[in-house]
Every structure is written in C-alpha cells, then in structure tokens.
Nanobody
C-alpha cells in the first residue's frame, strides 16, 4: 500500500522529550512535503509542522515553535519530529501525511483533510504527571 507509518510515540512527564518518525510504505519520499498533525481527544485534527522536499523549508504552528524540530533524512527516507519540553496540551494522536499528487508546498499539505493524500495510522503521545 502507498501510505505512511508513524512511530516513536509514548508517555512522558511534562518537560520530557519524544522523537517521532515517519516513513513511507510503498513509495519514495522524492520531493514530497511531509506534514505532522495531531488530534487531541474531543478536538479537531490540527497541523503541527511540515518540511518540504524541494528545499527543506520548515513550518511550525505557533504553539510548538521553539520546542519541536522537524527534520528530513532522504537517505533513510524518514522524516522526524523531535519534541522537547512536552506539555500536557501536546497530548494526542500524531499523524504524518503527504499528497503524492498535490502541490509540493507545506502551505498546501498543512491544510489537508483526512480524505486527501496519504496518511499514517497515528502514534499516541501522552504527556502527564
């Protein structure tokens, strides 16, 4: 199947760190932009971060700036989301996504809805004391 696979979630205390990974299954990263999304219980899915494949430019939602870092290793065909100083409000299911047939910009990817593009199954991140 042509999809993405997330891993690296877990449970941490406030101030802790996690590193999420996103790898394609059934296709190559090529020049696709990869976005990270999260969905907290009772809330809508929101875009968290994105990195392009064309020039490596990055985008972050304001709430995670300075704490999260997105990176891309094209040799390993993996996109990472390093999450530091995690807070309870970061709790949720984290998804990565791309659209192989859409624009390559993060502006487009971060506005994707679940019915568009390729998504992973999600990985749970829980931040609590």
């Amino acid at each position: 199947q042509e999809r993405l696979v997330e891993s690296g979630g877990g449970s941490v205390q406030p101030g802790g760190s996690l590193r999420l990974s996103c790898t394609p299954s059934g296709f190559s990263l090529d020049y696709y932009a990869i976005g990270w999304f999260r969905q907290a219980p009772g809330k809508e899915r929101e875009g968290v971060s994105c990195i392009t494949g064309t020039d490596g430019s990055t985008t972050y939602t304001d709430s995670v700036k300075g704490r999260f870092t997105i990176s891309r290793d094209d040799d390993e065909e993996t996109v990472y989301l390093q999450m530091d100083n995690l807070q309870p409000e970061d709790t949720g299911v984290y998804y990565c996504a791309t659209d192989r047939f859409g624009p390559l910009s993060c502006d487009y990817v971060l506005k994707m809805t679940p019915g568009i593009g390729s998504w992973g199954q999600g990985t749970q991140v829980t931040v609590s004391s």
